[in-house]
DNA sequence: CAATACAGTGGGAGCGCTCTCAGGAGGACG
DNA sequence: CGTCCTCCTGAGAGCGCTCCCACTGTATTG
């Protein structure tokens, strides 16, 4: 089992650069020496040896995932392992390694670390707050870094789902179904995805002439909590339906509906965003918006790639569709057809 | 800003050897030289090269988690998450990378390129069928691995919960509140964790000179499906407490109680097994054991280092405690001191 | 005081790869 | 038929590090 470049260029009896030629596809070699090579190659299960490759290209072929906000916060959540597992597969599909840095307090010194020297060759960051200071580090020296969910930073390619469209969507079915006293319970607004969220809610509001009533939105912080305690509150204003910037806050509102003992959606209409698993196990099911984490998460990593293959360019964004689907919750039985658009 | 050995040599007045020693912490070198080059070092905010570091030493401080399973499957249970973070951290802390495979089919192609070649020093490899042939293939090629949770191969160096002593600790409390007929939803026959939990139920039966009756087992996947199925057959035989080796087919036997009519605890008890955040929130709230994955993934990184750093010696392992959270579901609200033990 | 030990240091080689450059063989062209 | 170009190939250098070995100077020993 030969494992270096100069041992298969002597079995098969031809120059190391030309293995080397070989192995990385350059196309100045006849098919006959690559035939030959690639058969030694494949007979003696050759791989190239990576941290060499590395040290000679000065860049490596690890991309690192970054993601501060620490697993906890995302329990019974299972956005962040699609997201990751989105990655790990078209990070794999490109012979690319994906690299885990997690978030928490003392892990900051490591991720400037792996930015460094060549350890990763770019950086997917994923966080809720985008405007982390860690990813300003990042730009600032220079690593290719892509964000899942827009940042503030105009410099810095990312990938998002239509966060506005979305809501705005989601919002019209509600007003086609009739109902007139929209509530929203908002994400937090630090949060692009839910400042995005919270416009499309007006956007829909203002199409059917309506405006926008203060009192009929909370801000929550994305939390099953938070949903509950502005449920509370917006309660005392008698909205007929409620549109959460996310599920979990759904659920937080859809127990505190039970709480004060309305129905749903009889009483009140309630709409989420995400579709997490728990939305479709709900009573009532949940009519939500469906984003795909682990598309979001592929597409990052495919995007990061790009940018590292043609490092040129303005910055880059890639927007994947979402779907809305629609449950009991929503007071509505009608298909989807009829009801995109 | 310096970012070679050699140019912090240059700037330091001593060799390029002298600043590797400093660096790498050895012995050898003189108090005044070492302060002189840790500050050189320091003011140039200089990182050695990891790549060429793997080279020169053909292996590399990064450790890969391999996950066979893909998430798609642990959705809802943030056991892998937790894990993950738990590895991250303890790699972090030693001053390594943790790199991320998952177990996607297309997969396996890349995790033996990993474990070839100084990309990766060691493996944790966590998958719930333990006796999976990737881990055959890693120990076969030599590569150190650590196992999460006690695999076939007694070859492997793991870190567990103490399955079996669990269990039985479980099934001794439902016995002591006095149930005579506890059956138990068993965990997939080919997972080491579902056969020593069966294992410690058994135990404890005896314990109390009772003897197992096949009819009030029965074999689920884990699953909460397959709760729900085992529940359905168990009810014809009577049981008068369930001991399910997971919380999720617990959440499955419990949906299968409800339909019949029954109320827990009152008709029928309901243990379950890895306190997963949704059992404090079942109806009633599910008394169960705790394990702590974060541990565990941290256990589990701190194992393959120290095997790393020392790698003679025979197989270790290491096996975390478990916590039992008594809750309503076992009709007791005995406090844990009078249950454990 | 000569012989020996040893702490501290520097230089060279080499890890396995890629890249640049030089050169040979063969075809196209005037 | 000589010249030029193109295609293919090989040799050399170097990426930044660690290791081994050789060396110097001082301390230890009989």
New interface residues.
Partial sequence: MA?TLEEIAELSGVSRSTVSRVVNNDPRVSEATRELVLEVVRKEGY??????R??ALGR?N?IA?VIPV???N???D?Y???L??GM??AA??N?H??????G?P??RH?VD??A????VAGVIFSASKVDDPLLERLVATGTPVVSVGRPYDERVSYVDIDNRGSARQMTTQLLRLGYRRVALIAGPSFAPAAVDRSDGYADALSGFGLRVDENLIYEGDFSEASGRAGMRTLLEHRPDAVFSASDRMAAGALNEIRSAGLRIPEDIALVGFDDM??AAEMEPPLTTVRQRPHQLGAAAATLLLDLLADPTGSPKRVILPTELIVRASCGSQLNQETLSR
Same sequence: chains 1, 2.
């Fill in positions: 494992s791989r190239p040896n990576l941290a060499a590395g040290l490596s690890v995932a620490g697993f906890e995302v329990l019974s299972p962040f392992p699609s990751l597992q790990a597969s794999d599909t012979d390694f994906l690299m885990l840095s997690l928490e003392g892990f490591t670390e792996i460094r020297q060549g350890v698993p728990l």
